[in-house]
Each structure stands twice: as C-alpha cells, then as structure tokens.
C-alpha cells in the first residue's frame, strides 16, 4: 500500500488492499484542526486498469450514468446517527412488530430525513429513497420502505412513548451540542390539513381561525418551546386547531418545566427551574396564565399592546434614553414599573427606529392604500345613483372597510342623502390624526419581565429571541425543506406522530444550521441544505465483461463552501467507494 504524506489540501494517490487486488484512489488532504484528516477521495480503478488508460484503453465509456442525492441525506444521517434517535425511540418503543423489516426507530428516522430534504408522501417515500445513494450508506434497502410498514411503525408508538421519546431526544440535543436551556422562547401556530369534513378519526383536526387563511379548512394547533440558543425545540405540543393558543398556555408551561428539569438531569446540568426564562408574546396573556407563572416559579418576559399602555405612549422621548447603541442601533428605552394583569411588574417602553419607519410604509403603502382603493370604489358606485342599498348598509360597509383601529383613527368620512339614488361618500384622511398615531404608537412595544436584576439589554435581548419560535414556524411551513406539508394521515394518533417527526426533522434542522454558523458559515436551513444537496453522487455503469458490470462512484465538485460543508458534517465517512 502507498504511504500518504499530508500538506494543506495537497492530492495523492493512496491504494487500498482488499483480498488479492489493490484500489487506488486520488486523496486529497488538509489539516483539520492542526490533524491530518482526508477531505476527499476518488475512485481511480487497479493497477491494470490504470495501466490500460494510460496506454488509451480502461474501461472506455459508460453504459449508463445515474445521478444520486448524496450530501443533503448523508449530512441529515450523520446527525440522526449521532443523537442515536433510533436507538432512543426503539429503547422506548420496544421490540418491533412481528414481520417488520426495519425497527420502529429506523422508520421514524427515515420518516424525519425526509422531512427535512424531499417533503412528501409516505407512498412516494420509497421511490425518492431510489433516487439518493442513502440505500448505500444506511444499509436499508428500498423495499423496507413500503408505506404500509411506515404506519406500522406509527402505530407501535403511543403518545405517552412519544412524550417520553422527546424527551430524551431533548437531553440527548444538549448534551451533545451544549447549548443553552436557560433562556427559551414559547410560541403557537396552527397548521391546515385536508382532513374531510365527516372525518371523526381526528378530533384534533378542527375549524378555527387560521393562521394560513385557509378558513375552509381543518386545522391543527402546534406550540413549541425553542431554545434562545440555535432554536432549538426543546418541546412541543399538539391540539386541537379550533382552541386559542392562550387557553394550551398552561399545558406548554408543565409540560416545559418538567421537560427542562428532565433535560438539565440528563445532561448533567443543575435542575433549577427558578432559572428557566420563558419568553412569549401578548397572545398569551391573561390573568390566569400570569398566575400559572407565578405559580411555577419560572421567570418570563413577554409583552403588551403598546395601545393598552396610553400612560407609556404618551411620554416624550426625551423620557427615554439610548440603549446599547452598537447592539440595538438607536433604540431608546424607558424603564418603570405598572400594574399590568393585577399585579405590579416591571414595564419598559421601547422605540426602534427601523421598526417606526417599516410601520408607517406598511400603514401607508398597505393598509391604508387597500381601505383607500374599497373607498373609492363605493363612492365610484354611489355616485353612478344606481345602488338599492338603504343608508344603513352602506354606513355598516363604510365601516367594515375602516374596521382596523389605525384606519378608524385617520379616516374621515361623510355620506350625504337619505334615498338610495342619492347617496354620496367622501372621505380623507386626517393629517393631524395621521400625524398624532404616529407619534403615539409607531416603533413602541412594552415589554414585561419579572426579571429586576437584568439590565434593560438584556430584557430587550431576551424578548427579541422570541423570533426564534417564529422562524420555526416558518420554516416548517416552508414547502420544500423541513415542512408539516403535505400530510398524508387521517387518524388522531397518525397526525400526532407527524408532527413529532416533523419537530425531529426542525431540531435536526437547526442543530446543523448552528454547527455550520459555528464553523463560520452563516446560511439559513434552506441555503444550508440547497449547499448540501448540490453535493452528488454519481454513478458510472460499465459494459459487462463476462461477469457484473463494473460501477464507478464519483462525488460532484465541490465549491468552497461544499467543501467546508463537507468537512463539518464528515461526509467523507459516507463518500462513494467504488
């Protein structure tokens, strides 16, 4: 065997015996981390074959060329391999049912891999698995992948195994990436289904205000707690989509405090949930979720409707003052204490200028335009005296038209006649109002917290990693990576483990977004695995010479930043070998 010699990204040619016959491959090395490690490797042929090339002949050309998903799958892999998520959930599940080809924790893995990468289907699964190399490298052939066998799995977990299994899951996340639980931000959404009507397999399907608008149909309610480092979820919840998050707040907060104290045991970190800083927004708050907080302990910050404050608006700014300028970028905040929700907290009024100005573009470019356009188009018809609709219905569209608070505060309107033929409707917008709203409202929030010790920043800090839970929202409404849709189940329990695989696959998701931000790439998920996906495999198939046609295993070239992809997630452990 040829002996190698490491430089930084230098190629050389390695051979490799297997039995009788020597492989040679092209290496190329670099050092990682002060180590020599191989980055790459292709494929040459033997010693005859690269004799018989020299001299013009080898292989000559292929019969047939395929082109495999490799480097998204393999990198998704890697991860699920290395939180041992098929080992926890069988280790909970149990033995797997009789005639199952695959443990249960396999399929649900592979049901999270391809929720992350290729959404679809359970009955399309196996026909996307042919086309990656994953077949390869997991060592699970294509016909375990029958969706029959998936539902099997599905149905071999219950849903206090499922708690469970997150659980452990959870633990396993920080133990092995060492982020931070100690600060978490809470959040809920709904998702629509097609689930028919008459359906009564899935109560947890219902009508309800949807987030989406699709107001036709059955919806699914999800709450999740993600952590302020990476946005991680460390927790989740499913419900019914009819329910108002704020009424499953209570539910999220035991289920959080006992998760945090189960993870933080786990991972050998100190169980203080006195520690624990739950962030959330207004649509949470009531008088008695505020004292379900009290009652566990746990610290919050959170918010409410700057309307609601008028005490607070009202204040000149010279009231507030600048609050870390190289962080925040002119906001300005003033600090003070209130009664809000029968008690007194503290309260502290903040004003961003990035945010004043997008509000008034989105009141005047948006808003305002769209109840404008409906305006003059009522008074367009009015005016043609053809309508038959009395006073009172034309004052109750006025009105609806105008229904959004701002828009009432600034619209002026008048409607002259008393006869149907004879209405007429003029309307403006008050400049002085305009003006006074703005001044009022535009750019405030008013943040709460029971935190005295933390500094304004850090209050400010803690409240915006609220957005964390947000972009997990839209993330898994993303249709094309680490998406809730499609999905394709009917029953209650189905959906229910739907939805743990699709939290598996966000958790993955961001887990591999924060080791790439860490090693210096900042890329969103779906930049991260578009990079990742652009890594393939192909494959080479040779004319038969009397025996198997001969196939050769190529990875595609790699830019810059494949290849530090490459290297962060070892990709070289699954690379082709021909």
Same mark, same amino acid.
């Given at each position: 065997?040829?002996?190698?010699?490491?430089?930084?990204?230098?190629?050389?040619?390695?051979?490799?015996?297997?039995?009788?016959?020597?492989?040679?491959?092209?290496?190329?090395?670099?050092?990682?981390?002060g180590?020599?490690?191989?980055?790459?490797?292709?494929?040459? =042929?033997?010693?005859?074959?690269?004799?018989a090339?020299?001299?013009?002949?080898?292989?000559?050309?292929?019969?047939?060329?395929?082109?495999?998903?490799?480097?998204?799958?393999?990198?998704?892999?890697?991860?699920l391999?290395?939180?041992?998520?098929?080992?926890?959930?069988?280790?909970?599940?149990?033995?797997?049912?009789?005639?199952?080809?695959?443990?249960?924790?396999?399929?649900?893995?592979?049901?999270?891999?391809?929720?992350?990468?290729?959404p679809?289907?359970?009955?399309?699964?196996?026909?996307?698995?042919?086309?990656?190399?994953?077949?390869?490298?997991?060592?699970?052939?294509?016909?375990?992948?029958?969706?029959?066998?998936?539902?099997?799995?599905?149905?071999?977990?219950?849903?206090?195994?499922?708690?469970?299994?997150?659980?452990?899951?959870?633990?396993?996340?920080?133990?092995?990436s060492?982020?931070?639980?100690?600060?978490?931000?809470?959040?809920? !959404?709904?998702?629509?289904?097609?689930?028919?009507?008459?359906?009564?397999?899935?109560?947890?399907?219902?009508?309800?205000?949807?987030?989406?608008?699709?107001?036709?149909?059955?919806?699914?309610?999800?709450?999740?707690?993600?952590?302020? @480092?990476?946005?991680?979820?460390?927790?989740?919840?499913?419900?019914?989509?009819?329910?108002?998050?704020?009424?499953?707040?209570p539910?999220?907060?035991?289920?959080?405090?006992?998760?945090?104290?189960?993870?933080c045991?786990?991972?050998?970190?100190?169980?203080?949930?006195?520690?624990?800083?739950?962030?959330?927004?207004?649509?949470?708050?009531? @008088?008695?979720?505020?004292?379900?907080?009290?009652?566990?302990?746990?610290?919050?910050?959170?918010?409410?409707?700057?309307? @609601?404050?008028?005490?607070?608006?009202?204040?000149?700014?010279?009231?507030?003052?600048?609050?870390?300028?190289?962080?925040?970028?002119?906001?300005?905040?003033?600090?003070?204490?209130?009664?809000?929700?029968?008690?007194?907290?503290?309260?502290?009024?903040?004003?961003?200028?990035?945010?004043?100005?997008?509000?008034?573009?989105?009141? !005047?470019?948006?808003?305002?335009?769209k109840?404008?356009?409906?305006?003059?188009?009522?008074?367009? !018809?009015?005016?043609?005296?053809?309508?038959?609709?009395?006073?009172?219905?034309?004052?109750?569209?006025?009105?609806?038209?105008?229904?959004?608070?701002?828009?009432r505060?600034?619209?002026?309107?008048?409607?002259?006649?008393?006869?149907?033929?004879?209405?007429?409707?003029?309307?403006?917008?008050?400049?002085?109002?305009?003006?006074?709203?703005?001044?009022?409202?535009?750019?405030?929030?008013?943040?709460?917290?029971?935190?005295?010790?933390?500094?304004?920043?850090?209050?400010?800090?803690?409240?915006?990693?609220?957005?964390?839970a947000?972009?997990?929202?839209?993330?898994?409404?993303?249709?094309?990576?680490?998406s809730?849709?499609?999905?394709?189940?009917?029953?209650e329990?189905?959906?229910?483990?739907?939805?743990?695989?699709?939290?598996?696959?966000?958790?993955?998701?961001?887990?591999?977004?924060?080791?790439?931000?860490?090693?210096?790439?900042?890329?969103?998920?779906?930049?991260?695995?578009?990079?990742?996906? =652009?890594?393939?495999?192909?494959?080479?198939?040779?004319?038969?010479?009397?025996?198997?046609?001969?196939?050769?295993?190529?990875?595609?070239?790699?830019?810059?930043?494949?290849?530090?992809?490459?290297?962060?997630?070892?990709l070289?452990?699954?690379?082709?070998?021909?």
């Open positions: 065997m040829l002996d190698l010699v490491y430089y930084p990204y230098m190629a050389s040619i390695a051979g490799k015996k297997r039995g009788t016959a020597t492989y040679y491959y092209l290496v190329e090395s670099a050092r990682v981390d180590k020599p490690r191989i980055v790459s490797q292709e494929y040459l =042929g033997t010693a005859d074959e690269l004799a090339a020299m001299r013009g002949g080898g292989l000559g050309l292929p019969d047939r060329v395929r082109h495999k998903q490799f480097g998204d799958v393999a990198a998704v892999w890697g991860m391999e290395e939180l041992g998520v098929a080992g926890i959930i069988d280790e909970v599940a149990g033995p797997r049912p009789a005639g199952q080809p695959l443990s249960t924790g396999t399929y649900l893995a592979v049901a999270a891999l391809n929720r992350l990468v290729a679809c289907s359970k009955a399309a699964l196996a026909d996307w698995w042919k086309t990656t190399a994953a077949h390869r490298f997991t060592k699970i052939p294509v016909a375990a992948l029958d969706h029959r066998r998936f539902w099997d799995a599905m149905r071999a977990v219950t849903e206090q195994q499922m708690e469970e299994i997150s659980a452990k899951i959870a633990a396993r996340i920080v133990a092995v060492g982020i931070g639980c100690s600060s978490v931000a809470l959040d809920m !959404t709904n998702f629509a289904t097609f689930i028919a009507t008459a359906n009564e397999k899935a109560p947890i399907a219902q009508r309800g205000k949807a987030r989406q608008k699709r107001t036709d149909l059955r919806l699914a309610g999800l709450g999740l707690v993600v952590t302020r @480092d990476g946005g991680i979820p460390l927790t989740w919840h499913a419900y019914p989509g009819n329910k108002p998050g704020v009424t499953q707040f539910d999220m907060i035991t289920q959080l405090r006992t998760r945090h104290a189960t993870v045991a786990a991972a050998g970190l100190p169980a203080q949930t006195a520690d624990l800083t739950v962030v959330f927004d207004a649509g949470q708050n009531s @008088d008695a979720n505020f004292a379900r907080l009290a009652g566990t302990g746990l610290h919050y910050a959170g918010t409410v409707p700057a309307s @609601d404050c008028p005490d607070l608006t009202a204040l000149p700014a010279s009231a507030r003052a600048v609050i870390d300028q190289e962080r925040f970028a002119g906001l300005t905040a003033f600090d003070t204490r209130r009664v809000v929700y029968g008690a007194q907290r503290r309260a502290i009024l903040t004003h961003s200028p990035e945010l004043h100005q997008s509000q008034a573009r989105g009141f !005047t470019g948006t808003t305002l335009a109840a404008g356009k409906k305006l003059d188009e009522l008074a367009a !018809t009015l005016a043609r005296g053809k309508t038959r609709r009395g006073r009172d219905k034309v004052e109750a569209e006025i009105t609806a038209i105008i229904r959004k608070p701002w828009v505060r600034v619209v002026t309107w008048q409607l002259d006649g008393e006869k149907p033929a004879d209405l007429r409707l003029t309307w403006g917008i008050s400049a002085g109002a305009r003006a006074a709203l703005e001044e009022e409202l535009f750019g405030k929030h008013v943040l709460i917290t029971d935190h005295d010790d933390w500094p304004v920043a850090e209050v400010i800090a803690g409240y915006r990693s609220q957005s964390e947000e972009f997990s929202f839209r993330q898994l409404k993303d249709p094309r990576v680490v809730f849709s499609p999905m394709h189940h009917w029953t329990h189905n959906i229910r483990v739907h939805v743990f695989t699709c939290v598996l696959a966000l958790q993955i998701a961001h887990l591999m977004r924060r080791q790439a931000e860490r090693a210096g790439l900042h890329l969103s998920v779906r930049e991260l695995l578009g990079q990742l996906a =652009g890594i393939g495999e192909t494959v080479l198939i040779y004319p038969s010479t009397g025996g198997r046609p001969k196939a050769r295993r190529l990875t595609t070239e790699l830019s810059d930043d494949q290849r530090k992809l490459y290297q962060i997630f070892g070289d452990r699954w690379a082709p070998r021909s």
